[in-house]
T-cell receptor, first 109, second 115 residues
Framework: GESVGLHLPTLSVQEGDNSIINCAYS??????FIWYKQESGKGPQFIID?????DKRQGQRVTVLLNKTVKHLSLQIAATQPGDSAVYFC????????FGSGTRLQVQP | NAGVTQTPKFRILKIGQSMTLQCTQD?????MYWYRQDPGMGLKLIYY???????DKGEVPNGYNVSRSTTEDFPLRLELAAPSQTSVYFC??????????????FGEGSRLTVL
């Protein structure tokens, strides 16, 4: 079946650097994507979403880029902080969310 | 608003026992979901509901049952617990129906261990 997946299981960055987390999807009919952040022992929290009629969407310190040609999604976090350390999931929102396995972001002081 | 509330937070079961994970939301959301998350993995959809009286299977429904008698509550039932059901279970809800709309609101999770 079709799935949403992530390229890297762990990403380590220095505090203050920018982080880029990647995601590949295979369902060409997908038209809406969400990034979630999950801190240890907690449920996922919404970060930002994007519809397929957009290429880019910006939030506070975060930017999501969508490349429909190669079915690729990325989350960029500017000036990464220790509080950004978590697992990040991209999810395809159809009738129900389909999640990838996640990327663990580790922020080094 | 309390959001999505799950109980219990932790539970240890013996093989073959039954239990119900409770989930309630006070946001009047129509859509509700149950996911399980195994260590180091993403979330797998077990069951979901688009409104009171309506439920449907997700990716991994075997070994589970659900009911949706009210808008607020969406309990998940394990009839014969097996070690493979050791996982963290998340309940979630969403306001709107249809594709491409609505953020999911998650509960804090219920950690279940089957020995």
């Amino acid at each position: 079946g079709e799935s949403v997946g992530l390229h890297l299981p762990t990403l380590s960055v220095q505090e203050g650097d920018n982080s880029i987390i990647n995601c590949a999807y295979s369902n060409s009919a997908s038209d809406y994507f969400i990034w979630y952040k999950q801190e240890s022992g907690k449920g996922p929290q919404f970060i930002i979403d994007i519809r397929s009629n957009m290429d880019k969407r910006q939030g506070q310190r975060v930017t999501v880029l969508l490349n429909k040609t190669v079915k690729h999604l990325s989350l960029q976090i500017a000036a990464t902080q220790p509080g950004d350390s978590a697992v990040y999931f991209c999810a395809e929102n159809m009738r129900a969310l389909t999640f990838g396995s996640g990327t663990r972001l580790q922020v080094q002081p | 608003n309390a959001g999505v509330t799950q109980t219990p937070k932790f539970r240890i079961l013996k093989i073959g026992q039954s239990m119900t994970l409770q989930c309630t939301q006070d946001m009047n959301h129509n859509y509700m979901y149950w996911y399980r998350q195994d260590p180091g993995m993403g979330l797998k959809l077990i069951y979901y509901s688009v409104g009171a009286g309506i439920t449907d299977k997700g990716e991994v429904p075997n070994g589970y049952n659900v009911s949706r008698s009210t808008t607020e509550d969406f309990p998940l039932r394990l009839e014969l617990a097996a070690p493979s059901q050791t996982s963290v279970y998340f309940c979630a809800s969403r306001e709107t129906s249809g594709r491409g709309t609505g953020e999911l609101f998650f509960g804090e999770g219920s950690r279940l261990t089957v020995l």
